[in-house]
T-cell receptor
């Protein structure tokens, strides 16, 4: 158990809908990362937050947004869903700086868009 | 831009044998960190080993060790005494000073009984 909690674990929704994925980082971790992994693909970095502020942005679509709340949990919002958005969405967290710290992954949220 | 390349999409090894997975990266930074993550069929991402670029000594974790060649920008993972439970996708990752972590496309490792 990495200590990173993601909900829901599985989600099936229709095209055009909106979903919210939630992540609770490990206790004390200030950084939260979101990654997308499509079937048999590598991990695509979406976005990173550090202590409530956006820190780095990757290949995140405009239909997607995220935020990190004062209690450090984070939410990833996916809207106007398309079939191609079906993927495993990982949240990861790491402690405060320095940046050499390892990031620890949650078990992921499986999103299926039908 | 930093990139991570894993040139072997798939590999197979006989149980109890040794296998080496390759990883190269491209960066202009001098201070960075490298990782190997394992993703078994459960799809969970598990840290295998990490290496600090400023350390010359290769990291070792039980049956897992790395061969870090900084000048060549190479970071290979050696698995000794391969076990059936080692079957997984292995991802090489690079962490920048700016905190971003970049993953390679992965190598799928099969263990043959």
């Amino acid at each position: 158990d990495s200590g990173v909690t993601q909900t829901p674990k599985h989600l099936i929704t229709a095209t055009g809908q909106r979903v919210t994925l939630r992540c609770s980082p490990r206790s004390g971790d200030l950084s939260v990362y979101w990654y997308q992994q499509s079937l048999d693909q590598g991990l695509q970095f979406l976005i990173q937050y550090y202590n409530g502020e956006e820190r780095a942005k990757g290949n995140i679509l405009e239909r997607f947004s995220a935020q990190q709340f004062p209690d450090l949990h984070s939410e990833l919002n996916l809207s106007s869903l398309e079939l191609g958005d079906s993927a495993l969405y990982f949240c990861a967290s790491s402690p405060r700086e320095p940046s050499g710290n390892t990031i620890y992954f949650g078990e992921g949220s499986w999103l299926t868009v039908v | 831009a930093q990139t991570v390349t894993q040139s072997q999409p798939e590999m197979s090894v006989q149980e109890a044998e040794t296998v080496t997975l390759s990883c190269t990266y491209d960066t202009s930074e001098s201070d960075y960190y490298l990782f190997w993550y394992k993703q078994p069929p459960s799809r969970q991402m598990i840290l295998v080993i990490r290496q600090e670029a400023y350390k010359q000594q290769n990291a070792t974790e039980n049956r897992f060790s790395v061969n870090f060649q900084k000048a060549a920008k190479s970071f290979s993972l050696k698995i000794s005494d391969s076990q059936l439970g080692d079957a997984a996708m292995y991802f090489c990752a690079y962490r920048t000073g700016g905190d971003k972590i970049i993953f390679g496309k992965g190598t799928r490792l099969h263990i043959l009984p």
